[in-house]
């Protein structure tokens, strides 16, 4: 139930989306069902990875990436619901800098400044969509900087992803992973950005990944 929410909102939320691309990485088999339902009568690109055994959010990340075209792309863990108007303040952030390499909507997750006040009753859609206006509005053309970040959503450059490399498997899916992202995209000079009008929320109900190209 919350991939299929989480996936119903990526389409009817994001007015640019382009191509798609889900890793599902031993999940059930249900997963797929899902997939096609949502996408059946949608001008997008799709693709459907499955792992029958687990390969870890590493491996999985690396290969949604290796299928992507696109310049811009979005990394997504599969229990995350996006509210309208998400995907837009972010591409425009990547776009303000070149050294702006990643940028990162505020969620209910994530180290802080990204992590912050949550709808009061999470799980429910109209809430969370309200929640998003609402706070939209107090964040107009709001930015800021950070060391680090939650790996559940973010935007990132082909470019920068070729610069600094993927994620390393050796992390599995203990931790870890993001972590080192992050430490490698600093030491190469780039800047990780918060878009704070952006508001997505992570259901922390799956352990399915999966990679959302731009």
């Known amino acids: 139930a919350a991939f299929a929410l989480a996936l119903d909102s990526l389409v009817a939320?994001?007015?640019?989306?382009?191509?798609?691309i889900?890793?599902?990485?031993?999940?059930s088999a249900?997963?797929?069902a899902t997939f096609d339902k949502a996408v059946r009568h949608q001008n997008v690109r799709s693709t459907f990875i499955r792992h029958e055994h687990p390969q870890?959010?590493?491996?999985s990340v690396n290969e949604g990436l290796a299928q992507a075209t696109a310049q811009n792309i979005v990394i997504m863990n599969g229990d995350v619901v996006v509210t309208d108007g998400w995907l837009l303040p972010m591409i425009a952030?990547?776009?303000v800098n070149p050294n702006i390499g990643v940028v990162c909507p505020m969620s209910n997750v994530g180290p802080r400044p990204q992590r912050g006040a949550r709808p009061k009753y999470f799980d429910r859609p109209d809430t969370i969509a309200t929640f998003a206006d609402q706070r939209?509005?107090?964040m107009f053309a709001a930015f800021g900087g950070m060391p680090r970040?939650?790996?559940f959503c973010f935007l990132v450059r082909r470019g920068v992803i070729s610069d600094v490399g993927g994620f390393d498997t050796r992390y599995g899916d203990v931790g870890g992973d993001v972590e080192d992202f992050c430490v490698r995209l600093l030491r190469r000079g780039y800047v990780a950005a918060l878009a704070p009008e952006s508001y997505v929320e992570s259901l922390g109900c799956l352990?399915?990944?999966w990679v959302v190209v731009h």
């Open 30 to 32: 249900s997963l797929r």
């Open 136 to 138: 939209r509005a107090k």
């Open 207 to 209: 352990p399915e990944r």
């Open 56 to 59: 870890g959010f590493p491996a």
């Open 13 to 20: 939320n994001t007015k640019v989306l382009l191509e798609l």
């Open 22 to 27: 889900v890793v599902d990485d031993g999940g």
């Open 93 to 95: 952030l990547l776009q």
């Open 149 to 151: 970040f939650g790996g």
